[in-house]
């Protein structure tokens, strides 16, 4: 039996391993993830009206999350390709004058967990929106990538505190 404290995708002699989840049951999960983008005020009031040079800046953002979670294990090392059923992406001004936030929500009934995709898709969103607006704000960061919540499997449920 694995201890927690174990290192799961190592093997004996320390080499990168993927891990074999071939006899663990197929449940239900679920992940959320966030990702803020910083950017000047008038860069967001740009992107918030639709001004965008390269287009509609949001939707394309939107559908790139979208992507990215469901071609992860393309992306991340020693990540299991999962069978994705859901992917909600949203994309919306924070509170502060000069971030954006994005979020998403990604499911799946399965071995493993969806972390790393719904981490993966708020990433990928952060940086389109990035390339379409570099031409106005090259000042821009994505801040603050971190997971929210996951649901399921063996470690249940986690919560982000704060």
Known sequence: ???DDELTHLDDKGQARMVDVGEKAKTAREARARATLR???ATREVLLRGDVPKGDAIATARIAGIQAAKRTSELIPLCHPLAVTGVDVTLEP???ADRFVIEAAVR????TGV??????AVTVAALTLY???KAIDKSMAIEEVVLLEKRGGRSGHYRREG
């Not at 799946?108 to 071995?111: E, N, T, V």
């Open 1 to 3: 039996m694995k201890r």
């Open 94 to 96: 924070a509170d502060a």
């Open 131 to 133: 390339d379409m607006l």
């Open 115 to 120: 972390e790393m995709e719904a981490l993966t």
């Open 108 to 111: 799946c009934a399965d071995r």
């Open 39 to 41: 950017m000047e005020p």
